[in-house]
């Protein structure tokens, strides 16, 4: 009883009947409206309106079952403003809308694993086609769908990486908090991106689309109805981190602790929320922009259609406003992780608080006057280059501050090399490859060259994989065991870590010297010449998706099995989610700490965090 | 203890958060959401000024598209009217006059909906289609999503005027609302915000800002898509 009782609750799997009911609600709705067919594959071609509203029904059916309109509702019939849904424990409450940032945490770190999977999957694909120079394994169209979905799959989903899963875990504990500032709207960012997911996926049953994970007009205009799949994730990918924005900033701003001055904010908070301004910012143009092209695929509209009075590089500008910000979204919560792991294990301060602040929001700031380097040679006015190269070269000071205090921190520190501080030494590496790498992109003449090849792909995987996703498992390694009460296998993540490395060195360098030698990105075929690189490549790349494996094997392993209780400060840290017992109860502290000194005071004492008005929920 | 009955015991210990923190989030919130709104639009501004300057094809404003000032003018008056009377309602309510504040209350969202109403007429009555040219794409779109954001505001003054209305005759601070209604948890034993009618104020100052703001951007969409 008590299980069919779960079953036709709220829940994930009711979310997923009743979107699979809504969608085709919106399919035969729109029908209904506009055409009196409703042959399921043959009309697609000529009414893109049905497609649309079907996925829309889709995802409002979604909401539903998971129970995110019962609040909505119950505010309309004037009951008054709470905070939380019913809370239960259990597994069960990973499966559906939880307002417990813990738990949202978690969730999201178990999502987008699962889509970082697939995309990674799709790159594996990619480079089964590129062991040849002639295309044999897949037709082109299919090819440049599984580019599409790698790129856009990736750069989507790891928008929220980080702060997903550590931002809304870790944010309310860190500034002192019991909740994030809207919980319900927390949870909603999260199942509105596992949405986006699925539709994303579904492009391949509508012929895919053809524009990589930008979504360049006029091919987009013109492409199969697979590419209202990429703009409507795209759009609620845009949606879900308007949402975290809002709320990651209203949470730090009105929610800190007595006594977390700005400047006793750690610096992963600051990171967070320099990240979180972009993602107000910058996203809303997104959604404007890929909700403009949807009008141009449904209602007719011409922005983006030259000969009925748009301009394809209306999207290019529009796109690329959000898309540079877009970067630093991805690669400055990188940033705030690597600094804040640093200290614990260079057994110092953090060197330059103020510095590496400052850097981070310079970058956040710069970041909003660089975009039309991305149109140096799309037919710009020649006149705005050099505005465009100065700026563009001009971000590179706020993020050397950020690169010069963590070397600082390094200098002179008692180093213990575990696994998170492998990782986030290999970041100084690879970002600093990644970095270099830009200049030439960033300036005219050599980017005129450069543009639109594998150079161009292997400098912003240095900087994304090698800037976000090292920094990523750098927090896993170092979080999960607050997070689950588990330790994580040590040998293995070292195992995980010098595979990776080395394999993902192994794989993108080279492809620098392919884009010099001319290798165009986005087309199947390529030189014979060029087939020993390539060949490297794809094996390396294979070899990097198997050291994946091993992390996975690892996560499973000492997770689910071996289940070795972690210590209650395994890393010997002074931040305060380590005084909380792992993992944390629901509400964080009984009674709300005050803070008394900075984060980072290593060799400065026994603790940062005296909390003397207040104790960590089960510690007194 | 199981883990679920520990949980639920520190649940209960941490019932009754003091109002002022979900009103301090409440109006940081609307000030961000203000922001977001203005860039979302900031794109459909720079589409008009772009496509404009443009021409492609001589197709940016054909001879025949030429929006009625008339409507446009009503729509936008309606929206100002009731992003003026929550206002005026919010500074009734913050001195407990309450009446006064539902009073106005309905009237605003009346305009609001009347506003939403006519502009879906508006559009069946312009002399052009969005496929005309690029201002009639920029028109279309713009009024369409300005005409979401309003539908959304005017869901959210409604929420604040039933709440208002339902506990409207108890004394501010004082409300005796069953714990969990809100929540669909019926069988919980606290509030998890103390006393949540008194957010009432809170909720209509952020209320009343965005709306104001967002009355504002529908000011400059009139400028912009009808006068210049």
């Known amino acids: ?620 | 203890m199981t883990e679920l009955a520990q949980h639920t015991t520190d649940y209960e210990i941490v019932e009754g958060e003091a109002p002022e923190v979900l009103a301090r989030n409440l109006s940081a919130a609307s000030q961000l959401l203000a922001s977001a709104t203005a860039f979302f639009f900031v794109a459909f501004l720079f589409a008009y000024f772009y496509l404009r300057s443009l021409d492609n094809a001589g197709l940016w404003k054909p001879k025949h598209v030429d929006a009625s000032v008339t409507w446009g003018t009503i729509v936008t008056f309606l929206f100002v009217a009731s992003a003026i009377l929550v206002r005026f309602g919010a500074v009734d309510q913050k001195a407990d006059r309450r009446p006064a504040w539902r009073l106005k209350g309905v009237i605003a969202l009346a305009c609001g909906l009347v506003a939403l109403v006519l502009q879906c007429v508006a559009w069946t009555q312009q002399s052009f289609g969005p496929a005309d040219g690029g201002y009639a794409s920029v028109f279309f779109g713009w009024t369409a999503f300005l005409f979401l954001f309003v539908l959304g505001t005017m869901l959210w003054l409604e929420m604040t005027l039933a709440t208002s209305f339902r506990y409207g005759k108890q004394p501010m601070g004082e409300a005796a609302v069953a714990p969990g209604h809100a929540s669909g948890d019926p069988g919980r034993m606290g509030h998890d915000i103390r006393n949540p009618v008194a957010l009432n104020t809170a909720e209509l100052l952020a209320l009343s800002f965005y709306w104001t703001f967002l009355a504002g951007i529908a000011v400059v969409s009139w400028i912009i898509l009808y006068l210049v």
């Open chain 1, 1 to 620: 009883m008590t299980v069919a009782r779960r079953l036709v609750g709220f829940n994930l799997l009711t979310a997923c009947v009743l979107g699979v009911g809504g969608w085709y609600a919106g399919w035969y709705g729109a029908h209904a409206v506009v055409g009196p067919s409703l042959d399921y594959f043959g009309d697609i071609d000529f009414n893109e309106l049905s497609l649309v509203l079907a996925y829309l029904g889709g995802v409002l059916g979604f909401l539903i079952g998971l129970g995110f309109l019962n609040y909505p509702i119950s505010r309309m019939r004037g009951y008054p403003p709470s905070l939380r849904e019913k809370e239960t424990g259990g597994v069960g409450r990973y499966f559906g809308l939880c307002t417990d940032h813990k738990v949202v945490g978690i969730q999201y770190l178990i999502g987008i694993g699962f889509f970082f999977f697939i995309g990674g999957l799709n790159a594996m694909l990619i480079r089964t086609e590129l062991l040849r120079p002639d295309h044999q394994v897949w037709p082109a169209g299919t090819y440049l769908t599984l580019v599409g979905l790698h790129g856009t799959m990736m750069m989507g989903m790891f928008t929220s990486g980080i702060l997903g899963p550590f931002g809304n875990y870790l944010i309310p504990i860190l500034i002192g908090a019991r909740r994030m500032a809207f919980p319900r709207i927390e949870a909603l960012t999260f199942w509105l991106l596992m949405a986006g997911g699925v539709i994303l996926e579904t492009t391949v049953f509508f012929g895919g689309f053809p524009t990589g994970w930008t979504g360049y007009q006029p091919l987009g205009t013109q492409a199969n109805p697979g590419m209202d799949c990429y703009y409507l994730f795209f759009a609620l990918v845009g949606i879900s981190m308007t949402l975290l924005g809002i709320n990651m900033i209203a949470t730090i701003v009105t929610m800190r602790a007595p006594g977390l001055t700005w400047s006793r904010l750690p610096i992963f908070v600051w990171g967070v929320l320099s990240t979180s301004a972009l993602m107000v910012l910058a996203a809303p143009v997104l959604i404007a922009t890929l909700l403009m092209a949807l009008l141009d695929r449904t209602a007719q509209t011409n922005f983006f259609i030259p000969s009925q009075g748009g301009s394809p590089y209306l999207y290019e500008n529009l796109f690329w406003f959000f898309g540079h910000p877009e970067v630093y979204v991805l690669a400055l919560p990188g940033f705030a992780i690597v600094l804040e792991i640093l200290p614990v294990f260079a057994r110092k301060p953090l060197w330059g608080y103020r510095l590496a602040v400052a850097g981070l929001l310079g970058v956040s700031l710069l970041s909003f006057f660089v975009w039309q380097h991305h149109l140096f040679v799309s037919g710009i006015n020649a006149d705005l280059r050099p505005f465009y190269m100065f700026s563009t070269e001009l971000i590179s000071i706020p993020t050397g501050f950020t690169f010069i205090c963590g070397m600082m921190t390094l200098w002179r520190g008692r180093i213990r090399y575990s696994v998170p501080m492998l990782f986030c030494l290999s970041w100084f590496f690879n970002f600093l490859i990644g970095g270099l790498t830009g200049v030439f992109l960033s300036d005219t003449p050599s980017d005129t060259t450069t543009h639109g090849s594998f150079f161009t792909m292997a400098h912003f995987h240095y900087t994304i994989m090698g800037g976000l996703v090292f920094a990523f498992f750098a927090g896993i390694y170092y979080w999960v065991p607050k997070m689950t009460g588990f330790q994580l296998n040590e040998r293995l993540g070292k195992i995980h870590f010098w595979t990776m490395f080395i394999l993902f060195n192994s794989t993108f360098f080279p492809l620098f010297i392919a884009g010099f030698l001319g290798q165009p990105r986005r087309v199947v075929t390529y030189a014979h010449n060029l087939q020993f690189i390539n060949d490297w490549v794809s094996v390396s790349a294979f070899l990097l998706g198997g050291s994946m494996l091993v992390f996975l094997y690892n996560f499973v392993k000492s997770l689910v099995f071996d289940r070795v209780p972690a210590p209650a400060d395994p890393w010997g840290s002074k931040s305060i989610e380590w005084q909380l017992p792992s993992p944390v109860p629901v509400h964080n502290f009984d009674r709300i700490p005050v803070f008394s000194g900075d984060p980072y005071g290593y060799g400065e004492g026994t603790g940062p965090f005296p909390i003397p008005a207040g104790a960590p929920a089960g510690m007194n």
